[in-house]
């Protein structure tokens, strides 16, 4: 999804969560490992990786990625592991110059200090590259070996159109496991550079977070009336907030999950103006790297070229299919207490609405505006909280319930209210007046610019993708894709594995790939193919 369009100047940043609880993994000494689909790529190609954290076998965990150069942020994002592995994608923009990037990975402590599980070079390249080049070279033979694994094809001279079936079988294998294949091209030989990477870790504190800190800086108007200082974050994406105390200045806390953009606001608990600022995370160096030159890049910087061409003539882009059935259930939580407005057959404006029925909202009328509160019970005693409630009305934030009171009758759908304690604690709101959802009759409504809660426009999860990925079949286009097969999550039936992959239009050398990672080694097995022209070319 877009991010608001009043946030279109401001610089993006990325950031997600989960539960806002801690997940326990036994880590001592560890290595962890990432395969990209190539060990190489040009600008407006798709990275695809698979990243494996040896040891990290729990359901889910938070990671960050990171693409980064000397002096700028490619992309960032994050991701849910599964069963310790991770796997996505970076879409190199077209205009990034040609040079060494590092591709990087975290978990966060629960003090929030960043844990790099990888960090490697990458390079990238455009069509205006020479030959004669500096290429990022970074082996991990001493983690890698020759794998064993036997791969079959169903026939060996291919072209351009033809299906293959490939049979992998794992030698002493494991019941089920996870491996990663991938068909893409070669250059022959000795290939450029190394496609797995890895990184052995010290031993660590064993507690990794499952939610991503947001660190930045707070000021306040005015001067508080109590001690605590209670603090808030929430999406728009998702009914969980994020919660500190502090008087001013920084800040650190986790926000609820979300998927792609969002608008993330922040309030004060006492409706206290605030001016809010992110604090990136602080970024490791980009490390020394040896480098090679070989002039075999040629070749394909001028296949990349002819792709570039064809695509551009076709007006085709590459795009990963998203799989929405592949989303993590997010956070809901039902009302306390809801009023299907239209149903009440009632004219005039929104505080009308806390006259006519019995909610634990108050809307009273004042000579300068209204009074708001928020009843509660503890210990069958009922009272009012000291601070006043936050409204959510369709994809926004704010605390101006003058304006709310005003709106027509007419353009209020329903009021959902959350008042009861319990129900604040689960929502992590607990020192605030309570929340209202205010569901709007046109979805498209949004609040005065002047009236919501100060925020930023950040990116989350990232959506997950179709897989396996495959190129684009489609007769009227000529396939040049350099990569014809991957899956990050193939899982082996006693030691076996099949599937199945159509040649495209561009010839040349291609290798079939298999990755399988056990007891801290990477096993790479592969096997050559060549893709010729059709003999009626």
Not at 275 to 300: A, C, I, K, N, T
Request: glycine fraction near 6%; include cysteine; hydrophobic fraction near 40%.
């Amino acid at each position: 999804m877009e991010g608001p369009s009043e946030n279109k100047t401001m610089k993006k940043y990325f950031l997600s969560s989960w539960l806002v609880v801690f997940f326990f993994a036994l880590c001592s000494a560890q290595t962890s490992f990432v395969h990209f689909d190539k060990p190489y790529y040009f600008s407006g190609e798709h990275i695809l990786y698979t990243l494996s954290l040896e040891d990290v076998t729990l359901e889910s965990c938070m990671v960050q990625i990171s693409l980064e150069s000397s002096v700028d942020l490619i992309q960032e994002h994050f991701h849910l592991s599964e069963r310790g592995q991770v796997f996505g994608h970076i879409k190199i923009p077209f205009d990034v110059p040609s040079g060494v990037f590092v591709f990087k990975a975290r978990l966060f402590r629960p003090s929030g200090i960043a844990v790099e599980i990888i960090n490697t070079p990458l390079s990238i390249f455009n069509d205006g590259v020479p030959a004669d080049s500096i290429f990022a070279w970074q082996e991990a033979s001493q983690y890698v070996r020759e794998g064993s694994a036997r791969i079959t094809l169903s026939r060996n001279q291919l072209h351009p159109g033809d299906e293959v079936q490939v049979d992998v079988e794992i030698v002493n294998p494991n019941s089920e496991e996870l491996i990663s294949v991938s068909v893409r091209e070669e250059i022959g030989g000795q290939e450029l550079a190394s496609n797995i990477r890895a990184l052995t870790l010290p031993e660590v504190d064993n507690r990794y977070l499952q939610i991503i800190p947001v660190t930045g800086i707070r000021k306040v108007e005015g001067r508080a009336r109590y001690n605590d200082n209670f603090f808030f974050g929430a999406s728009n994406e998702a009914l969980q907030f994020a919660k500190c105390i502090v008087p001013e200045g920084p800040f650190a806390m986790g926000l609820a999950p979300f998927y792609g953009d969002a608008f993330v606001q922040f309030f004060d608990f006492l409706s206290r103006p605030v001016e809010v600022s992110v604090v990136d995370q602080v970024s490791s160096p980009v490390g020394d790297f040896s480098y090679d030159v070989d002039l075999r890049l040629e070749d394909r910087r001028q296949q990349y070229q002819q792709r570039k061409l064809i695509n551009g003539l076709f007006d085709h882009l590459e795009v990963m299919e998203e799989a929405p059935d592949k989303r993590v259930e997010l956070f809901s939580l039902a009302p306390d207490f809801s009023v299907d407005v239209q149903d009440l057959a009632l004219t005039g404006i929104f505080a009308d609405v806390f006259r006519e029925t019995v909610t634990p909202l108050k809307y009273r009328k004042k000579r300068d505006g209204f009074e708001v509160k928020m009843l509660y019970e503890k210990d069958n005693i009922r009272n009012y909280y000291p601070t006043d409630p936050v409204f959510k009305v369709n994809d926004y934030y704010t605390q101006d319930y003058n304006y709310l009171g005003e709106l027509p009758l007419g353009d209020v759908k329903a009021v959902h209210i959350y008042n009861k304690r319990e129900t604040l604690t689960q929502l992590n709101l607990i020192g605030s007046g309570g929340l209202v959802v205010v569901e709007m009759m046109d979805r498209q409504f949004a609040l005065p610019d002047e009236i919501k809660l100060p925020g930023l426009s950040m990116y989350g999860i990232q959506e997950p993708v179709v897989t396996p990925v495959r190129p684009l079949q489609n007769g009227d286009i000529p396939s040049m894709n350099p990569r014809l097969f991957w899956d990050p999550f193939a899982i082996t039936d006693n030691g076996k594995y099949s599937f199945a992959f159509t040649a495209g239009d561009q010839t040349g050398n291609f290798v079939v790939e298999v990755v399988r990672i056990e007891n801290g080694i990477c096993e790479k097995t592969q096997f050559p193919l060549e893709i010729t022209p059709a003999l009626n070319n």
